[in-house]
């Protein structure tokens, strides 16, 4: 018996691995198959490339880490080469447009920004927003802390300027976040991360917002 298991979990390995070697690529190949995918790499691929190199980032071992805040309405852009340990800032983009208030998505039609750590479960290459990348909202922590029968859903990062609890970016700057995050899924990071706060989580700011907000929500920031 433990000799057909070790047989069987070599078989496994093998299979992975052949899977792994033939089907590298095909991500970006099939992504590739919409225009608006040819049009991103058609006009930001040399800026992309220039970003990575300037930051010794090899693209074919690009991974990322995206954070966001939605106070000062900026999302950033950190990548690092798989064999690295630190991920360095690349990008800065300014976000479009903003919905609800500080703190957390509790409930469905809130109007609420997410707030907390997800990471990227959709490419959308015709989105009714340009491009669009999915956040797994409601994460394990939202279902756990909201007594709401539906949370919503359905949160992306995505073109255009205008919102109902995503977080816009302009058609032309995710052409470029859609690339960054293309080419990393490509190279097999299969959960990019996606990290939503509400400001700059330093002492200043959380004690500055603790005047405004009540405690359960002070208590989330803090956690």
Request: glycine share 4%; with cysteine.
């Amino acid at each position: 018996m433990e000799k057909f298991i070790k047989n069987i979990f070599i078989i496994i390995v093998f299979f992975n691995i052949i899977n792994t070697v033939l089907f590298a690529g095909n991500f970006l190949n099939e992504q590739k198959r919409y225009s608006r995918v040819r049009t991103a790499i058609e006009e930001k691929d040399n800026i992309i490339k220039n970003t990575l190199k300037n930051n010794n980032i090899k693209l074919e071992e690009l991974n990322i880490l995206i954070t966001a805040y939605k106070e000062e309405n900026i999302l950033e852009i950190y990548a690092k080469n798989k064999s690295d340990s630190i991920y360095k800032k690349i990008a800065s983009y300014n976000i479009a447009a903003k919905s609800g208030i500080l703190g957390p998505k509790r409930m469905e039609g809130d109007l609420q920004v997410p707030e907390g750590f997800y990471y990227i479960d959709r490419f959308n290459p015709a989105s009714s927003y340009y491009l669009s990348l999915g956040i797994n909202y409601p994460n394990e922590s939202d279902k756990k802390k909201s007594n709401a029968k539906r949370l919503g859903g359905d949160i992306f990062i995505h073109g255009n300027n205008v919102t109902i609890g995503c977080l816009p970016m302009t058609d032309d700057k995710i052409k470029e976040i859609y690339l960054y995050a293309l080419y990393s899924k490509d190279n097999g990071q299969n959960r990019i991360p996606v990290y939503i706060f509400p400001f700059k989580m330093n002492e200043e700011n959380i004690n500055h917002y603790q005047k405004y907000y009540n405690k359960s929500i002070i208590n989330f920031w803090e956690n």
